[in-house]
T-cell receptor
């Protein structure tokens, strides 16, 4: 089945800089790649997604890149703000109708 | 819009007792429901995938005997944690999807504390 690896377990950036979180997946049939944010003690909050028919998607300060050949996708947060601090999870939907999650990246934006 | 409700939001149970949690989809047909568990400081592990009119498929390390699931219609699913112990504590998330779409809509989760 699908396995998703999230490479950065923690990431610290200065306010205003960009943050990049990288994930890889194994199932070539995966076609949907969402990203979620989890604040302390809370549930999952959807932030952005990308489908396999495109290689880039942007929503305001968030950019998602997808490299199907390398089976890699990444989340770029530009002009980071303190409220961006949270744990970010990547996920991938393989051949089933469920998502596999990465291990999470704790992002800290330092003023 | 599509919404997923989960209740209770938080629950505490004594070690060795059981606890049932519910998931309700509103605004779409939840033809599949996936249950996940996030143990403290960890990621979301898939427990099982339930599809209406099909057998429920459990992941390795999770069994029907421990986590029985009911998915009687297109808007409701429930899961029970039987004989809960400390290692069962965490956030239980329900993700509901509609046939043919890759997106899942997640509820806020049920946070289980075991004493």
């Amino acid at each position: 089945g699908e396995k998703v690896e999230q490479h950065e377990s923690t990431l610290s950036v200065r306010e205003g800089d960009s943050a990049v979180i990288n994930c890889t997946y194994t199932d070539t049939a995966s076609s949907y790649f969402p990203w979620y944010k989890q604040e302390a003690g809370k549930g999952l909050h959807f932030v952005i997604d990308i489908r396999s028919n495109v290689d880039r998607k942007q929503s305001q300060r968030l950019i998602v890149l997808l490299d199907k050949k390398a089976k890699r996708f990444s989340l770029h947060i530009t002009a980071t703000q303190p409220e961006d601090s949270a744990i970010y999870f990547c996920a991938a939907t393989g051949s089933g109708t469920y998502q596999r999650f990465g291990t999470g990246t704790k992002l800290q934006v330092v003023p | 819009g599509a919404l997923v409700y989960q209740y209770p939001r938080r629950t505490i149970c004594k070690s060795g007792t059981s606890m049932r949690m519910e998931c309700q989809a509103v605004g779409f047909q939840a033809t599949s429901v996936a249950w996940y568990r996030q143990s403290p400081q960890k990621t979301f592990e898939l427990i099982a995938l339930s599809t209406v009119n099909s057998a429920i498929k459990y992941e390795q390390n999770f069994t029907q005997e421990k986590f029985p699931i009911s998915h009687p219609n297109l808007s409701f699913s429930s899961m029970t944690v039987l004989n809960a112990y400390l290692e069962d504590r965490g956030l239980y998330l329900c993700g509901a999807g509609d046939r043919g779409y890759a997106e899942q809509f997640f509820g806020p989760g049920t946070r289980l504390t075991v004493l």
